[in-house]
């Protein structure tokens, strides 16, 4: 195949600035689907990608478009989520693509990951192409998008698209500037083998499915592969390209394509995002530099509320991490639950994602603990440790000194939410750094702050202050010094695990209290009373009662000496010191999910 007829592009944007329905419409202008049989977000496959609106896996699809030149190209769309949490899979998809659309809400305008895309997008060396899409709503302010991406992004006024994706206005446009002005791919088909793994997905009937981009080379179902990471070999079962939606069998793949392969791989962890894949007789000289290695920024434990159920959820992890490359595990075991998995992420709304997939896609019923972020500590020897669990969390008199991780945090927000905004992030712990003024109506604020404060609850709280007006990006900074202490939560003397955290020492005792009073509402009376206490150590900082359920053990006695009753009482009293003594609490799942709202 002619490289120079290929074009391998990404849509990038904010959430809910337009990116999916953009691609849908793409798609139909160029036949890849039936006009009749359309449907919204046609490349998000997940029901929850649907229900919730949002892309959360990056998608690719190769389409065919002639252009008024008269030349049909080979259009390779990799369709990009927006939501700061799997800003992951918009850099993995960049790296295998030569342009970028940048999508613009019309009435929206430039919020905080319409910058960070750019900025990522511009670290690739991509060429952007700025859109202003929604132009047809009531709400669009299309000569403030248009300040806004010529004075912040640079571009030149000429350069931006007018579109409406739901209207279907300006896509033959975008499609003739990308054949324009994206370059077609570097490399040389004569050169040896090199090809980037930048996804994989697990196919019930075809094993691991890897996505690669041909670098150099062309690879042929002949092609004896080497994965140049794990130095493990395969034969090739399937080769292909994702075309109409669907999987379309071809007899190779040449410089600059991108497509699929199978090489009946059973093991999901024999697969590296990033790796580079050669050909065993004539290997490349050097590999691609691939993917930087992203650390996961919110911890929390993954335990079946079946104990029996641990194999089903090793299997389901290690299939979902074959998609989700940003997402890490290890096993753990908890004093409450049994056995477990320590799981690591890139936010909150990154974990709901997969507990749902979780539960969802594999059919598991799981329990998931309090989040916590990854401290460091340095003991008295002065050796640093990390610390990612409250289990992990040595002796007070152990350590000589603490360290949390801050991030640098950019929020966009209207003019007149500035007071309260701020006041709610210095409440935070924030430390303002700068703020500067994007047109009339809208300023960017940074602030420095720690990650265990905003990982919760502080995205809907900035959107519920700025009337839905607001958006936020962050990026980890560095580690500072705090004081660091371990908040245990007791029921009737014994530690659950669970519901242990780190927190620094100022905000322990009104944590404690708010999570002993909120425990008193969510557990369920049980037959014994339960005594519910936050503790630092040996120190109790609150204390609440669940009283038992009542038995009315005297029904039976009409009449008589009241000594018959007071008898029956006594032994039930007795009854229900033995049962706090022995018996075990039982907490429904939904309280682990609103403790996580405190």
């Known amino acids: 195949m002619d490289k120079s007829l290929i074009r391998n592009f990404s849509i990038i944007a904010h959430i809910d600035h337009g990116k999916s329905t953009l691609a849908d419409r793409i798609l139909e202008v160029t ?46 769309l990799i369709d990009t989520p927006g939501h700061v949490d799997f800003t992951y899979e918009v850099s993995k998809s960049l790296a295998a693509c030569e342009g970028a659309v940048l999508v613009v809400d019309a009435g929206q305008g430039i919020e905080a990951q319409t910058v960070a895309n750019y900025y990522l997008a511009r670290q690739s060396q991509l060429t952007i192409i ?44 975008i499609l003739e500037r990308i054949v324009e002005c994206i370059p077609c791919p570097s490399g040389e088909a004569t050169n040896p083998l090199k090809a980037l793994v930048f996804d994989c997905r697990f196919d019930t009937f075809k094993g691991v499915v890897v996505f690669v981009r041909v670098v150099d080379g062309r690879i042929s179902l002949k092609t004896q592969l080497k994965m140049m990471h794990s130095g493990k070999t395969y034969k090739i079962e399937e080769l292909g390209v994702f075309k109409n939606l669907k999987y379309a069998e071809a007899d190779s793949l040449s410089c600059g394509e991108v497509g699929y392969l199978t090489a009946n791989i059973r093991d999901a962890r024999e697969i590296v995002i990033g790796d580079t894949i050669a050909d065993l007789k004539n290997p490349c000289s050097a590999v691609l530099p691939g993917y930087r290695t992203i650390k996961p920024l919110v911890f929390c434990g993954i335990y079946p509320v079946n104990a029996g159920d641990f194999p089903d959820l090793r299997d389901a992890i290690d299939k979902l991490k074959l998609s989700d490359a940003s997402f890490v595990f290890e096993p753990e075991n908890s004093q409450s639950f ?86 709610f992030t210095k409440s935070r712990r924030g430390v303002f750094e700068s ?121 039976k006695c009409y009449g008589g000496d009241i000594t018959r009753k007071r008898k029956l009482w006594e032994e039930q009293k007795k009854g229900k010191k033995r049962m706090k003594q022995f018996g075990r609490v039982e907490i429904p799942q939904e309280v682990f999910l609103e403790v996580l709202k405190i």
């Open 130 to 173: 700025p859109v202003i899409n929604k132009i047809d709503l009531s709400s669009a302010d299309v000569a403030r998008a248009r300040h806004q991406i010529v004075n912040i992004l640079g571009f030149k006024d000429e350069e931006i698209i007018l579109a409406s994706a739901k209207e279907g206005i300006g896509i033959e446009e």
């Open 338 to 423: 049994g056995s477990g998995f320590r799981c690591g992420f890139l936010g909150l709304l990154h974990m709901e994602i997969v507990q749902e997939r979780l539960e969802r896609e594999y059919g598991l019923n799981l329990i998931l603990t309090v989040p916590n972020v990854v401290y460091r500590l340095k003991d008295k020897d002065g050796q640093l440790l990390e610390v990612d669990t409250p289990a992990k969390f040595p002796q007070p008199q152990q350590i000589q000194e603490a360290f949390e991780p801050y991030v640098n945090l950019l929020m966009i927000i209207p003019i007149d939410s500035i007071d309260p905004v701020c006041e």
């Open 31 to 76: 036949g890849a689907v039936d006009r009749k049989h359309k449907q919204n977000q046609l490349l998000d496959d997940m029901d929850l990608e649907r229900e919730r609106g949002i892309t959360i896996k990056a998608s690719m699809v190769r389409l065919s478009y002639r252009a008024r030149d008269n030349r049909e190209y080979i259009l390779n």
């Open 435 to 555: 703020s500067d003024y994007l047109g009339e109506d809208r300023v960017k604020i940074v602030f420095d702050i720690p990650l265990s404060e905003i990982i919760v609850d502080f995205y809907d709280r900035i959107k519920s202050l700025t009337k839905g007006y607001g958006s936020i990006d962050y990026e980890f900074k560095d580690y500072f010094p705090t004081k660091l202490i371990k908040l245990d939560i007791m029921l009737n003397g014994v530690i659950c695990d669970a519901f242990s955290f780190l927190i620094t020492k100022e905000k322990a005792i009104a944590k404690g209290r708010a999570m002993v009073t909120k425990l008193k509402e969510l557990i369920p009376r049980q037959l014994f009373e339960v005594v519910i206490q936050a503790a630092i150590g040996s120190q109790i900082l609150a204390s609440e009662k669940v009283r038992s359920v009542g038995k009315h053990v005297t029904a």
